[in-house]
């Protein structure tokens, strides 16, 4: 079964760091694209980003372009999102989201969801 | 980056009826559209893909059609499980991915 659990979410203050985690299991997970999609509260869904199966190609939306940057580790089956310069504009809750096709491209649809966790931007 | 615009935004309808929503794309995106259902409090679920493909263990009353800049999601025979937001996603063109805006079905 597949599983993707994320966490670090949390409170910050607007300029601060945070640092988001997905823990994937059930799947090979170093042959799938993943990606960041958030949700801000009672609003529409928001492609954040997305990295290949290999780290080769990675992309963002302009709203966090600078600002975020997204990564992997193979080895730990592991999706990782690090977060600097928040904004109020970034509080949402962020998912962890799977590409279905082995070894495909980023420009892609998503087929697995984690739950979510939960990021607050404020003072 | 494509603009997706479903319509209608929320709608209403009776366990049954027979349902139908549209989302429009700013440009050309072939047969690049997926369609997912979520939940209160849940994560989205894939139901469409490639525009009209299911997705394994959705039920058959779902179904997708268009290409282009113009797509359709149609339930047959609404149950009472099927209330929920509805979004489409295109994934034509990169970066960004993008999602249309919702739409809420409602029990009449």
């Known amino acids: 079964e597949v599983q993707l659990v994320e966490s670090g979410g949390g409170l910050v203050q607007p300029g601060r760091s945070l640092r988001l985690s997905c823990a994937a299991s059930g799947f090979t997970f170093d042959d799938y694209a993943m990606h960041w999609v958030r949700q801000a509260p009672g609003k529409g869904l928001e492609w954040v980003s997305g990295?290949?199966?290999?780290?080769?190609?990675?992309g963002y939306a302009d709203s966090v372009k600078g600002r975020f940057t997204i990564s992997r580790d193979n080895a730990k089956n592991s999706l990782y999102l690090q977060m600097n310069s928040l904004r109020a504009e970034d509080t949402a809750l962020y998912y962890c989201a799977k590409s279905p096709m082995v070894q495909g491209v980023i420009m892609d649809h998503f087929d697995y969801w984690g739950q979510g966790t939960l990021v607050t931007v404020s003072s | 980056a494509i603009q997706l615009t479903q319509s209608p935004s929320s709608l209403s309808a009776s366990v049954g009826d027979r349902v139908t929503i549209t989302c429009r794309a700013s440009q050309g995106i072939s047969s690049a559209l997926a369609w997912y259902q979520q939940k209160p409090g849940k994560a989205p679920k894939l139901l469409i893909y490639?525009?009209?493909s299911l997705e394994s263990g959705v039920p058959s009353r779902f179904s997708g059609s268009g290409s282009g800049t113009d797509f359709t999601l149609t339930i047959s025979s609404l149950q009472p499980e099927d209330f929920a937001t509805y979004y489409c996603?295109?994934?034509?063109?990169?970066?960004?991915?993008?999602f249309g805006g919702g739409t809420k079905v409602e029990i009449k």
């Open positions: 990295i290949s199966w290999n780290s080769g190609s990675i």
């Open positions: 490639d525009a009209s």
């Open positions: 996603q295109q994934f034509n063109s990169y970066p960004p991915l993008t």
